[in-house]
């Protein structure tokens, strides 16, 4: 068992992991830069050791001193949540060199999976259906320009070690190929340090559906899928679990994939499997194809919470400590639909610029769970993630899920800062959400009306007034 655990993130990740923690019995341990001296993750755990620094490289980033702030408290566990070093193999691997227990995949599942070239090859050996496309090393101009051609236009260039929807190029022409390439490499090779890339088909009408998988380092099972169509910028804004109108052999099929594929890899903790799938026709069994593996915790790990009814995070711990799977596929089964939005500090009428500054009023509405690392009075500063909160509304069913999340939503109120509210409601009553019939496009298609930002009322004006005269 688990006695004090390190928890090595910031933000809204950090607090729910010390809930869970907290929950269990398990001492938790914060590590803080200087711009989070204070914030709700340091308030969230136990002790705290102070890094100092803003940026994440002076911060979260720096594996020598966490690992030596974990040994000197006598913590005898590290959780790294999503992003930072999350996916950082060698960190996994210090950690546990350190003779601490890593609440993670081993290294080498994370290596694994960590470049999407060779993460494809390796499916397509374990007979998971792979994007068709190209992921060899040669990297010439004439070799990806003829690989395109012979993929069929549109075409998506990819960095192989890209993330956060970074590196990517959708092509539609070949006249065009030349020029996306070069600023797809310029950008991998500034954001990851590794300029190379590989082309995939653009799949029609593409729809976000990933599966959430769980193992022990022996087995893995399924735990559902989540649809993400809902992107800016290939970036999830909206989440749901289950995804609208999956059959349930479809379901099957891919959870059956998702798991030869955790399998495959020795897996073990929480990870996620990334499917993209044909949204021209309804689903089938054929026509769903691998894109890549997060090796971590999902941001959107709540909405499978809620409908399986279990704690993510305490898996994550148990198994960790040696535990095997807590539940056997044929003991997991899903009630209801959950959706998530993330709620975030930006402006969208203005290009989703992120907006920096305190939060003067924060309050959000009822019945909602709201997984956020900012309070009232807190602060969003330009260093990190500009996320307020994840709401999550769960319901009987979809129609339910939905209406209480927009109330939700509505009754959310902010000020001090801009953010993305008005834009997510508007997402949420979205024709072709209601109807579960959108795929990735659909933000990009709708931008004008989705963030069209409705002028104040003589009533909002009054009211203002009233508020800033105290009254
Ligand atoms: P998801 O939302 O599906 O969990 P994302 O790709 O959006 O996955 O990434 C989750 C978190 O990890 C975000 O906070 C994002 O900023 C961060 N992240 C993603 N890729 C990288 C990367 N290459 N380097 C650092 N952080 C990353
Ligand atoms: P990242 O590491 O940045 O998350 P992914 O490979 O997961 O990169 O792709 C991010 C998003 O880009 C997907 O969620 C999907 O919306 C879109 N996408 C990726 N591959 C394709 C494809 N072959 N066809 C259409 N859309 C795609
Ligand atoms: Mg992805």
């Known amino acids: 068992m688990i006695q004090k655990l390190l928890i090595a993130n910031r933000g809204e990740i950090a607090c729910r992991i010390a809930r869970s923690a ?74 546990q060199e350190a003779g601490l227990i890593w609440v993670g995949p081993p290294a080498a599942a994370i290596r694994a999976m960590g470049l999407k070239d060779a993460a494809k090859a390796l499916m397509q050996e374990a007979g998971v259906p ?3 496309g190209y992921h060899g090393a040669a990297q010439s101009l004439q070799v990806l320009e003829e690989a395109a051609a012979q993929i069929g236009y549109p075409v998506l260039i990819k960095a192989v070690a890209g993330g956060g929807g970074k590196g990517m190029r959708r092509v539609d022409r070949p006249e065009e190929f030349a020029a996306h390439l070069a600023s797809a490499q310029s950008e991998a090779q500034s954001a990851f340090g590794n300029a190379r890339v590989l082309i995939e ?20 099972v399924h735990l559902y899928e989540r649809d993400c169509s809902l992107q800016r910028r290939h970036q999830k804004v909206i989440e749901e679990a289950p995804a609208p109108h999956m059959p349930s052999e479809v379901r099957d099929a891919m959870g059956r994939a998702a798991v030869r594929a955790a399998e495959a890899i020795g897996y073990a903790s929480a990870g996620t499997v990334e499917f993209i799938v044909d949204g021209s026709a ?77 939060l003067h009023h924060l309050n959000f509405g009822p019945g909602l769970r709201v997984e956020t690392g900012v309070a009232q009075g807190g602060q969003v500063t330009p260093y990190y993630d500009p996320m307020i909160a994840k709401l999550i509304a769960t319901g009987p069913d979809r129609a339910g899920a939905l ?39 659909l933000i990009a298609r709708d931008m004008q009306v989705l963030t069209h930002a409705p002028a104040p009322t003589p009533e909002d004006w009054a009211r203002a007034a009233l508020c800033a005269m105290g009254l």
């Open 130 to 132: 792979i994007v068709p």
């Open 22 to 95: 907290g929950e269990m019995g398990i001492a938790t341990l914060a590590i803080a830069s200087q711009a989070d001296e204070d914030a709700l993750h340091v308030q969230s755990c136990d002790e705290v050791v102070h890094l100092g620094g803003h940026s994440p490289a002076e911060s979260y980033l720096r594996r020598d001193a966490i690992i030596s702030a974990a040994l000197e408290r006598g913590a005898d566990a590290v959780h790294p949540g999503y992003g930072f070093l999350s996916e950082d193999p060698e960190f996994a691997q210090a950690v």
């Open 201 to 220: 088909k653009f799949i029609a009408n593409p729809r976000h559906i990933e599966i959430q998988v769980f193992g022990d380092g022996q087995k893995a």
């Open 282 to 358: 309804p689903l089938h069994e054929n026509s769903f194809y691998f894109m890549e593996m997060n090796t971590r915790l999902q941001v959107e790990h709540p909405v499978t919470e809620e409908i399986l009814g279990i704690d993510l995070v305490a898996w994550q711990l148990q198994v960790a400590a040696g535990g095997l799977l807590p539940r056997a596929q044929d003991e997991i089964h899903a009630q209801g639909h959950s959706i998530e939005a993330r709620l975030y500090a930006e402006d969208s009428a203005q290009g989703f610029l992120p907006s920096i500054g305190q």
């Open 403 to 441: 209406q209480r999340l927009v109330r939700g939503l509505k009754l959310t109120e902010i000020a001090g800062l801009k953010t993305n509210r008005d834009f997510l409601i508007a997402l949420l009553q979205h024709e072709d959400f209601v109807a579960g019939t959108f795929d990735t496009g």
